[in-house]
């Protein structure tokens, strides 16, 4: 009897095991269904590119598309159920030249035959989630926020300005002023990595268009005869130039030839997007071989150009390196900076660069920068060869003028290699291009939907200029006391295919658009901010006085299209006519005074102390500040300026004018809608599974990568 009963205990202690077990086993799961969800929630979290707008880095839905006359493999924008597109890029609609039909970036064939294509998904990664609240974010920054049209989705962009600045586009670089600067400067890349990253290739002699003769562009030609003679261009299948030149040769150099379109910002990934071809050449360029000198005399050279100026590197087998300048019609040489590097053995290859980005030269050795040009000061002459020969006034300069000229556009830059002094070969030989961001207008007008009603109260319209392009800064308001309302600026880097902050014209109704006390925020008006009959009658009595008074000082400045519209305004709500007058057409005429009004506000000292006296009107005791610095000689900054004037406005007409202040700037970001920091490519877009091509959900493990 004890033995069964020991046997009974043995078996009850199994099962209370296998029941701790299997406790421990569901108590383990849920711990770590907890700290999944904590994660998601407070740490990291993971996100799916859905569009090309940051392409080729970062990609949405596309089809790889492998070029069938160069081999060279570029991603292709693919829309989820555009099957016509599908066909003809896999070659069922041969023979057709649609403007939609995939173009290599680097060899420039029109992909209308059949040839290898796969389907890929959007690329997918890891977002760190509230590091902007241990560290403030960083220009250049890839970052996900919740779009201000519509706060259901999840962009990601490039971080470009950062409260406090004024930012502007101008020929594809960004420029950046803070206020008590006295003008804009480029902003540049701050890590090479991040510079790396952002290069587009322009063309690869690697990759040779198998359908073109040796002479049809993109290719790079001998300049003369001599140069034809000396330089071998069909070295592996014309992957290699080397240059068959003895020791006493002069120099002999090939010029890249391009096809019209090489030096605009086109992307393979993108499918009928157009340029402006007079405005929108890159100039910011770097070139880069694969040296392998074969005497010890031999030398290269690299030269490119920007407008009329011409930057060229160069480099010795005995190591001794050389920047140098000029201008167009100068005969000599400025060297701005010379180095020495370990002396090349014949045979063994370096790699050589020369870039020319962000208003900077510099002459790139296995990976170094051995010289730099010297960068400008403010008060540098405009013509000292010494340094570089641009600053955002001298481009602003130069491009208003090509606009005048009317003609050309600007100059189509030259890439150009030089060999002397004895033989040498040149390998993987590659011309790179910038991202360039693009300036174009506003593409549509506000939403018919409350979301649209913000940029209407503003007047905002289709066709104006976008936000922060050139002409046109956007100034991003810091907020000490609320940092939450702080506001950024964000840009894609496929630019002529992004929906960013340069064009949106609605704001999300969840937004925090206002502060209705008046102590904070933008002083610029809106039409929500206006009592339109009261204003324009009051506007009308004090225009119509004898003494001077702040309505004759208001019609005075007011533009001309402005005044106008005040007229049209006043006979329609105002006046008893038989003509009728639209929403919409009333909207228009209110949008017109308001930026006829802001216009004021920003360019004009309205205030004068007997006009606002006569009109018995006393600014109020927040101006008497900025009302002393005035008395005593001082000058308002900018915005000092537009609050001084918007009370002022406010002080004569009373509650015709509320108080209420923007909080947020059509075009921005608000801090409280950025999510974090995009850091890593942890499932980039991925291969279908076999016989299922249209399910591509096996990571390519490859390009899994950081994100710069």
Same mark, same amino acid.
């Given at each position: ?78 829309s ?43 690329d ?27 706060n ?57 268009n ?61 499918a ?85 980005v ?6 790139w ?39 005048? @000229?009317? #003609?050309? *556009? +600007? ?6 290699? =030089?060999?002397? &002094?004895?033989?040498?070969? $040149? /390998? ?26 913000? @940029?209407? #109260?503003? *007047? +905002?319209?289709?066709?104006q200029p976008?936000? =922060?392009?050139? &002409?046109?800064?956007?100034? $991003? /308001? ?5 940092p ?17 902050g340069?064009?949106?014209?609605? #704001? ?9 006390? =008046?102590?904070? &925020? ?19 009595r ?14 005075? #400045?007011?533009?001309?299209d ?54 018995g ?92």
């Amino acid at each position: 009897m004890a033995i069964v009963v020991g046997s009974m205990s043995k078996v009850g202690s199994k099962a209370q095991q296998e029941l701790a077990s299997i406790r421990d086993t569901i108590e383990s799961i849920w711990v770590a269904i907890v700290l999944a969800f904590v994660l998601r929630a407070f740490v990291v979290e993971a996100f799916v590119i859905p569009t090309g707008s940051m392409a080729p880095r970062l990609l949405g839905e596309h089809l790889n598309i492998q070029c069938p006359a160069c081999g060279y493999e570029y991603a292709f924008g693919w829309s989820a159920g555009d099957e016509e597109q599908f066909r003809r890029v896999n070659g069922r609609s041969a023979g057709r030249r649609s403007s939609s039909a995939p173009v290599c970036p680097t060899c420039r064939h029109r992909s209308t035959d059949e040839h290898r294509v796969r389907l890929s998904g959007g690329d997918r990664v890891l977002v760190m989630k509230y590091l902007y609240r241990f560290r403030k974010p960083e220009p250049w920054d890839v970052v996900v926020f919740k779009n201000p049209q519509d706060n259901r989705q999840n962009y990601i962009k490039r971080l470009i300005g950062l409260p406090g600045e004024q930012i502007e586009v101008v020929h594809g670089n960004v420029f950046v002023r803070r206020d008590g600067e006295a003008d804009f400067r480029i902003r540049r890349k701050p890590k090479r990595n991040v510079q790396e990253a952002m290069w587009h290739v322009l063309f690869d002699n690697d990759y040779r268009n198998r359908y073109r003769d040796a002479d049809s562009p993109p290719v790079w030609k001998p300049i003369g005869e001599t140069a034809r003679l000396l330089w071998n261009r069909s070295v592996q299948g014309g992957r290699r130039l080397r240059f068959d030149g003895s020791a006493g040769a002069g120099e002999a150099q090939l010029a890249f030839d391009g096809d019209g379109e090489a030096f605009l910002p086109r992307y393979g990934y993108n499918a009928g997007v157009e340029a402006d071809q007079a405005v929108d050449v890159i100039s910011d360029l770097k070139l880069a071989v694969t040296y392998f000198p074969r005497a010890p005399g031999s030398r290269i050279s690299l030269l490119l150009t920007s407008f009329d100026y011409q930057f060229r590197a160069e480099l010795g087998a005995d190591g001794t390196a050389r920047l140098l300048h000029r201008r167009d019609g100068d005969a000599d040489w400025t060297t701005w900076d010379e180095a020495s590097v370990s002396l090349l053995a014949p045979g063994r290859g370096c790699e050589v660069a020369l870039s020319h980005v962000d208003f900077r030269v510099t002459l790139w050795v296995d990976g170094k920068a051995v010289a730099v040009s010297p960068g400008r000061s403010p008060g540098d002459r405009e013509d000292d060869r010494t340094k570089y020969p641009l600053d955002y006034r001298l481009l602003k300069r130069k491009l208003e003028a090509i606009a005048r @000229a009317g #003609a050309g *556009g +600007v100059p189509i830059p030259a890439a150009r290699i =030089g060999a002397s &002094g004895g033989g040498c070969e $040149l /390998a993987h030989v590659r011309l790179f291009r910038d991202v360039y961001y693009t300036s174009p207008p506003l593409p549509r007008d506000p939403a018919a939907a409350p979301e649209g009603d913000f @940029a209407r #109260a503003l *007047g +905002v319209a289709r066709g104006q200029p976008g936000w =922060g392009v050139m &002409g046109h800064p956007i100034k $991003l /308001a810091e907020y000490p006391d609320n940092p939450d309302l702080n506001q950024y600026f964000v840009l894609g880097d496929n630019s002529p295919s992004s929906l960013d902050g340069r064009l949106w014209t609605s #704001a999300a109704v969840t937004l925090r658009l206002y502060d209705e006390s =008046g102590a904070a &925020g933008d002083p610029m008006l809106d039409t929500t901010m206006v009592r339109w009959g009261p204003l324009l009658a009051e506007l009308r009595r004090q225009a119509a006085a004898e003494a001077d008074s702040p309505g004759k000082r208001v019609m005075a #400045a007011l533009p001309a299209d402005a005044k106008a519209a005040v007229g049209d305004l006043s006979e329609a709500l105002l006046e008893t006519t038989d003509t009728y007058v639209s929403e919409y057409d009333l909207g228009r005429l209110k949008g017109r005074v308001v930026r006829g009004l802001n216009h004021l506000l920003g360019a004009a000292e309205l205030y004068s102390a007997d006009a606002w006296r006569a009109a018995g009107a006393k600014l109020p005791a927040e101006a008497e500040a900025l009302t002393r610095i005035r008395a005593e000689g001082g000058k308002l900054s900018a915005d000092q300026q537009r609050q001084y004037n918007r009370m002022a406005l406010e002080s004569a007409f009373g509650d015709r004018i509320s108080r209420r202040r923007r909080t947020y700037q059509l075009g921005t970001v608000p801090r409280y809608s950025l999510i974090g920091k995009a850091i890593f490519v942890y499932w980039p877009a991925g291969f279908p599974i076999p016989g299922l091509p249209n399910l591509p959900i096996i990571p390519n493990v490859g390009r899994m990568r950081l994100i710069r």
